[in-house]
């Protein structure tokens, strides 16, 4: 669901990309780009920032302790993953888990986005005859 709701939000945002140009939309395009497109490339510059880890990481024992931490963060959440396939949840490594799930259906709802790939237009389904039904009501003595 993820996925699909950023891959859309990125569709609607490229074609309305003119609400993001400042001098026309003022300060919404600023929320629009600091809210929306930067949150949803955030796993680009995460990829980025282990890129440049391990290539600082050979250089550097502060950069190799960064480098460290990173992958240990990332295999805690692989961890998460799977132990809670195995019907294990744990609260510890509950935050690294989400953390890694949202930013990898970040990066693959921009993906989809990047490759074109669109969705219908999807619309609940709502019987009329539920909407036209009132709550039953409870008589007094019904209560006893």
Known sequence: ???????????????????????????????????????YTVPFFLIAIL???VVLGTHSFIFALVLS??????????AAWLLERS???SRMLALPEY?????????IGCLQFLRGERYAHWEP????????Q??????????R
Request: hydrophobic share 50%; aromatic share 8%; net charge positive.
């Open 1 to 39: 669901m993820r996925v699909r709701i950023i891959a859309q939000t990125l569709n609607d945002l490229w074609r309305h990309r003119s609400m993001m140009n400042p001098w026309r939309s003022g300060f919404y395009a600023v929320q629009l780009i600091s809210h929306k497109v930067m949150r």
């Open 51 to 53: 890129a440049a880890s």
């Open 69 to 78: 931490a990173q992958v240990g963060f990332y295999l805690s959440a692989l």
């Open 87 to 89: 019907g294990i949840r």
């Open 99 to 107: 953390f890694a799930l949202s930013n990898l259906a970040s990066l």
């Open 125 to 132: 389904i709502r019987e009329r005859a539920s909407l036209n």
């Open 134 to 143: 009132r709550a039953p009501t409870i008589t007094p003595h019904e209560m």
